[in-house]
């Protein structure tokens, strides 16, 4: 079982910089892929960014490609999205996911993560 909090999100002004935190619970975070997803009012959700269990290869989509970066410290059970060049059409309820396998995480809009977080709002004026 994995348990994952996120935190990070708030309010910021277009142009500007968050950085979201996700801690994992449990010994075995370095075995999990994890992503991060996000979904807007009346959109789909979608996976932003996702990473492996090393940290060797990651993913983005191409909405955030050259603004976000994904990252992670197995040390301390913890993902991170670094978020620069803040749009208004990035602001989503954002969640982290964990599953054994990258492919999982990249899979069909999320139907392979095993575990999600809660989300965090990310909200960004125009």
């Known amino acids: 079982q994995v348990q994952l909090v996120e935190s990070g999100g708030g309010l910021v002004q277009a142009g500007g910089s968050l950085r979201l935190s996700c801690a994992a619970s449990?010994?075995?975070?370095?075995?999990?892929?994890m992503g991060w997803f996000r979904q807007a009012p009346g959109k789909e959700r979608e996976c932003v960014a996702a990473i492996n269990w090393s940290g060797s290869s990651t993913y983005y989509a191409d909405s955030v490609k050259g603004r976000f970066i994904v990252s992670r410290s197995n040390a301390k059970n913890t993902v991170y999205l670094q978020m620069n060049s803040l749009k208004p059409e990035d602001t989503a309820v954002y969640y982290c996911?964990?599953?054994?396998?990258?492919?999982?995480?990249?899979?069909?809009?999320?139907?392979?993560?095993?575990?999600w977080g809660k989300g965090a709002l990310v909200t960004v004026s125009s």
């Open positions: 449990g010994r075995t975070f370095s075995s999990y892929a």
């Open positions: 996911a964990a599953s054994l396998y990258l492919r999982s995480v990249l899979a069909d809009t999320g139907a392979g993560v095993d575990y």
